[in-house]
């Protein structure tokens, strides 16, 4: 708990010291006045469009993660910039254990702000329980992203466009709800279960094998991940 909290303090010392980082915390605000006040807005001001309402909705559990997710793919980048990250490599501590600590305060960070948003949004009567494990789930999207980027990356510039493309392909699944005969052609995407059970949940369908799958999927793509991420960072 103490290297948590003492390198969560050092992490967030950093993003504060970058104003262009900054304006990133103020979007969960944004997601929620979106999810809390336009969406009913427009469901009942244009009933035509109110069965799209739904995927606005899927669609907010993925923006505080991936907002997170980049924040932290910056930090890892300017620490190898300075060489930081190399002191760190030579460190006699374990290169996982130091990883999953410092992954944990965006992981804690997007789940809780998801579970917020959600449990908040006044359109749909969701299951406090399921909610909370999906947006466990969704928050799985913070370190995958910032461990994608930053091990993909070699400066900020790259990290951006590489940010914009992983962020497009976490939203890809989405597509799967207009063209329901193919949907599992999205499956090889990890948000995919994340999607398709969330709906699940909002319509009070059967969500559960979802929820294993996407657990199970995004853990693995998470480890395989760390693996690819230590070698290229700490060296």
């Not at 969560?8 to 950093?14: E, G």
């Not at 605000?29 to 244009?46: D, G």
């Not at 993660?65 to 930081?84: A, K, N, Q, W």
Request: hydrophobic share 55%.
């Amino acid at each position: 708990m103490r290297q948590f909290l003492t390198t969560a303090v050092n992490d967030f010392r950093l993003i504060f010291r970058d104003a262009s980082l900054r304006v990133f915390l103020v979007m969960p605000i944004l997601i929620l006045l979106v999810v809390c006040f336009l969406c009913p807005y427009l469901k009942e001001t244009y009933p035509e469009i109110s069965d799209y309402v739904v995927y606005i909705v899927i669609m907010s559990c993925t923006q505080a993660s991936t907002m997170y997710g980049f924040i932290y793919s910056v930090v890892f980048l300017d620490e190898r910039d300075t060489e930081v990250a190399k002191m760190y490599g030579i460190l006699p501590i374990s290169k996982n254990g130091f990883l999953l600590t410092r992954l944990l305060a965006p992981y804690l960070l997007s789940t809780i702000t998801t579970f917020i948003i959600l449990i908040l949004q006044p359109l749909y009567s969701l299951n406090p329980l399921g909610t909370f494990l999906f947006a466990a789930l969704f928050g799985l999207l913070a370190p995958v992203l910032a461990l994608s980027v930053a091990g993909l990356a070699n400066n900020k510039i790259e990290g951006m466009t590489w940010f914009k493309g992983l962020n497009l392909v976490v939203s890809l699944p989405l597509a799967a709800f207009f063209v329901p005969d193919y949907k599992y052609a999205f499956s090889f995407i990890p948000t995919f279960w994340a999607y398709t059970g969330m709906y699940e949940l909002i319509i009070e369908g059967s969500y559960m094998l979802f929820l294993i799958v996407g657990f199970t999927f995004t853990s693995i793509t998470l480890g395989a991940l760390m693996r690819f991420f230590i070698k290229r960072h700490f060296t």
